[in-house]
């Protein structure tokens, strides 16, 4: 089992994943994203008590350096399957739930062993490495806060699905029926973005989105006090097209998208310490709990 004290490798992370497919050999199974361009597979889990249940995906990690969205989506996990909660045991058990923690497992291996600071994955381009994954998706792919030029953070890539990480992914999401909730996990700034990234006009489902998402913040401040800003992506953020939550909402009609920026409000930023991986994870996982409780009324 993990201890919720120290972020892990991906290797840790593989090798736990692996341990739960064998502990909860009935509820739990192992799942294939996609693959890296470095040949990784983008491992999950499936967490499932039977048919006919409506689906919940987490993808965290698809920003390399932001170590808190895997560790925090594992404490989840973990909690998932083995709180004694009522209400969590409820969210588990009444939904069928798809989380993949390192979406992007080559970036994830280079912050690790040789650049802490690293976002992007780690295809060459030129002279130059990396794409940026949430730039590469094919919603208005390059439109805005996204570059041309491989050396930038924020480079999109040669073209929409560009990449291996997001091509396969995508694909995998397009075989997920009757998917109500997609939550991207990313750290940091305490924020509940919704789509799209390219306008502040509340499209399609905003204000139910948004009210719902305020009072799930609600429910997360309750433990520690932690505070998050919900709105649009371009409002609460900035102008930045091409990530996976627009591409999830406009191409697979999901109707609760979000973008959770985790903690913290810029103190340590990237850095966040260990001792904050269990606080995150379970002050999160209130806020999904009553995430999912509430959209209830509207299915
Ligand atoms: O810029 C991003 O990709 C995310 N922020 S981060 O600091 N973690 O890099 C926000 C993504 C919000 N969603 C879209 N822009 N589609
Ligand atoms: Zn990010």
Redesign the pocket.
């Known amino acids: 089992s993990m201890s919720w004290d120290t972020y892990y490798t991906l290797d840790g992370i593989n090798n736990w994943i692996a341990q739960l497919i064998n502990q909860y050999p009935n509820i739990v199974s192992g799942i294939v994203g996609g693959y890296s361009y470095e040949g990784r597979p983008i491992l999950g889990i499936k967490i499932s008590h039977g048919p006919g249940r409506r689906a919940v995906v987490l993808e965290a990690g ?2 390399a350096r ?1 170590w808190i969205s895997p560790a925090a989506t594992n404490f989840i996990a973990n909690e998932l399957l083995s709180s004694d909660d009522e209400m969590t045991k409820s969210a588990a058990r009444d939904y069928d739930w798809y989380i993949f923690p390192v979406t992007n497992p080559d970036g994830y291996v280079w912050s690790y062993k040789e650049f802490r600071m690293w ?1 992007k994955n780690r295809r060459p381009i030129g002279v130059h490495f990396g794409v ?1 994954l ?2 590469n998706w094919n ?1 208005n792919w390059l439109r805005f ?1 996204a570059s041309t030029n491989p050396i930038s953070n ?1 480079y999109a890539g040669t073209g929409p699905f560009s990449e291996p990480e997001t091509r396969s992914l995508s694909e995998y999401l397009r075989t997920i029926k009757d998917m109500d909730y997609y939550l ?1 996990i ?4 305490q924020m509940l ?1 919704v ?3 390219n306008t502040t006009e509340p499209l399609d489902n905003y204000h139910d989105a948004v009210n719902i998402g305020r009072r799930a913040m609600g429910a997360l401040s309750v433990r520690y006090g932690t505070n998050y800003t919900t709105g649009n ?1 371009a409002e609460v ?2 102008f ?7 591409w999830v909402k406009e191409h697979l009609h999901v109707p609760f998208v979000y ?1 959770y ?1 985790l903690r913290d409000s810029g103190e340590h930023g990237f850095l966040l310490p260990p001792e904050q991986i269990r606080p995150t994870g379970e002050e999160t996982l209130d806020s999904i709990v009553d995430l999912l409780f509430q959209a209830r009324r509207f299915g």
Not at 186 to 189: D, E, K, Q
Not at 240 to 246: I, N, Q, R, V
């Open positions: 698809i920003h932001e976002r940026d949430n730039r919603s806060g924020t991207s990313h750290s940091w700034g973005l789509p799209f990234g992506i953020l900035y930045a097209t091409g990530g996976s939550d627009e973008c920026e």
